[in-house]
Structure formats: C-alpha cells, structure tokens
C-alpha cells in the first residue's frame, strides 16, 4: 500500500512544470484545500482495498506538490539567502514532523487512523488560510499592497 503513496509522491518532478505554468502560489493553495478532504477521506475507506489504493495515489501526488511548491518557493525567495532559508526551512519542518508523529501517537493508539486523518484534516487550514490569503494580496495592485520602494537591481533579495 504504502508503494501507491509513494508513486504518487514521486509524480512532484512531471507534475512542476504544470505548477511553473499555473503559478506555484495559486497551484500551492489549492493543493492545500484538496489534502483536507484527502487527510480526513483516506482513513475512511481503509477497510475497502479496491477504493483505498484509489486513494493512495492522488494523496501521495498531493503531498509531494505541497512539498516540492513549498520548498520551490522557499528557495526562490533569496538568491543571497537560499542556504539559510532552505536550511532554517528544515530545522522547522523535520522536528515539527517528529513533533506531530509523537503528539497524534496518543491519538492513534486510543482512537486509530481515522481520529489521526480527521486530525491532520483540521490542522492543515492553519497553513491553507495563510496561502490563500497570500494569492489574495499579491492579485491586488502594488500601490496597495505597500508604499513605492527603491528600484531594486538584479542581485537584491526578491523577498
């Protein structure tokens, strides 16, 4: 089973070029809508073989777009910087992995896999909303966004 997610997952290097063309924020954010329904429906249909290796595979594609857009965007966002952020990047998200496994163990044990999906349903609007709230402002006209700044040259940070 666990070979099905991981086809999917490693669908990220033929899928990015149709995320470069969609835009890699706008492509982000609706990979973030999708997983809710994703996280919360794949522990649903566990008891049904046929229908959960359905599931595996787009779940696994959504999960390597998150995070392949996620860390595209990171690395982009400081030409100087890309070592540094890519780096503190990983300091936050391995630990914040390990964290999220030892803290949902609990919950896994007492009330199962669907009690952890339904979990991780809920948690992932805390990154989704920011996204999306991110495509929002940068559609809106610069001069509304922030005050005119120095023209920057060719080396400057992009962020």
Not at 61 to 67: F, G, I, K, R, T
Not at 96 to 104: C, N
Request: a positive charge.
């Amino acid at each position: 089973m666990i070979l099905l997610y991981g086809l999917g997952f490693a669908t990220s290097f033929i899928i990015g070029r149709w995320a470069d063309g969609l835009g890699k924020e706008r492509v982000l954010t609706a990979v973030l809508a999708e997983l809710v329904p994703a996280l919360a429906g794949v522990p649903l249909v566990t008891e049904w073989t046929a229908l959960l290796v359905i599931c595996l595979v787009p779940w696994g594609v959504l999960q390597s777009l998150a995070v392949t857009l996620l860390s595209t965007l990171l690395s982009e966002c400081s030409e100087r910087h890309r070592g540094t952020v890519l780096a503190f990047y990983s300091l936050v998200s391995n630990p914040t992995v390990a964290l999220g496994a030892a803290l949902l163990a609990p919950l896994f044990t007492s009330h199962g896999f669907t009690a952890v999906g339904w979990a991780c349903a809920a948690i992932t609007p805390l990154v989704f909303g920011p996204s999306a709230w991110m495509c929002v402002r940068d559609k809106r006209p610069r001069s509304a966004i922030s005050p005119p700044t120095r023209r920057r040259s060719k080396g400057d940070d992009t962020c």
